[in-house]
């Protein structure tokens, strides 16, 4: 079975550091491309960036570039989600998708459980 | 970037009515590069459609896609309980993705 699996809940301090995990199964993880997206309390999906594990390439939406930073391993089949120092506005779900099998490559077919981001003083 | 605007905001309908979704885009895409998700509260979103008319695998075909350029269309033919839920038209070009502000298709 095909499935993307993302670490657990986290609460954090404004300035504080955070990297969270989407760990891939049941497929080649060096073959698809894997999107980060964002989810805010009651609010809709915003692409952050995008990365190719086979080779780390790695695409940021302009909302996001110099925000985050989006990294993979693929020893471990594992990319990650990166904060240098949070602030409460990055309280949010946050989710994992992996590009879709041809002839669907331009959306996310297969999504994480979502990470749920707490920054609070 | 492009652009994507979704109508109506909130869509209020009973079951076996017919949901006609717009999605509309800031310039001219590819429809190969527009793609529709169904999110429930608290789940992940889901992949109905893809290539703008594509069903993703295990859609009921109560679901179509349809449109070309800026204007693409999702339909549900005929609401089940289970359809009510949030959807988003997504889009691919220059090497970036973006998703639209979703409707919401609640029960009336």
């Known amino acids: 079975e095909v499935q993307l699996v993302q670490s657990g809940a986290e609460v954090k301090k404004p300035g504080e550091s955070l990297k969270i995990s989407c760990k891939g199964s049941?497929?080649?993880?060096?073959?698809?491309?894997i999107g980060w997206v964002r989810q805010m309390p009651g609010k809709g999906l915003e692409w952050m960036g995008i990365?190719?594990?086979?080779?780390?390439?790695?695409r940021y939406s302009p909302s996001f570039q110099g925000q985050v930073t989006i990294s993979a391993d693929k020893s471990i089949s594992t990319t990650y989600l990166q904060w240098s120092s949070l602030k409460a506005s990055d309280t949010a779900l946050y989710y994992c998708?992996?590009?879709?099998?041809?002839?669907?490559?331009?959306?996310?077919?297969?999504w994480g459980q979502g990470t749920r981001v707490t920054v609070s003083s | 970037e492009i652009v994507l605007t979704q109508s109506p905001g909130t869509l209020s309908l009973s079951p076996g009515e017919r949901a006609t979704l717009s999605c509309r885009a800031s310039?001219?895409?590819?429809?190969?590069?527009l793609a529709w998700y169904q999110q429930k509260p608290g789940q992940a979103p889901r992949l109905l459609i893809y290539?703008?008319?594509s069903r993703a695998t295990g859609i009921p075909d109560r679901f179509s896609g349809s449109g070309s350029g800026t204007d693409f269309t999702l339909t549900i033919s005929r609401l089940e309980p289970e359809d009510f839920a949030v959807y988003y038209c997504?889009?691919?070009?220059?090497?970036?993705?973006?998703f639209g502000p979703g409707t919401k298709v609640d029960i009336k």
């Open positions: 998708a992996r590009q879709g099998s041809n002839p669907a490559l331009y959306a996310f077919e297969v």
């Open positions: 049941g497929y080649s993880f060096t073959s698809y491309w």
């Open positions: 990365i190719y594990p086979g080779d780390s390439d790695t």
């Open positions: 310039q001219s895409i590819s429809s190969s590069y």
């Open positions: 290539g703008a008319s």
């Open positions: 997504q889009q691919y070009g220059s090497s970036l993705f973006t």
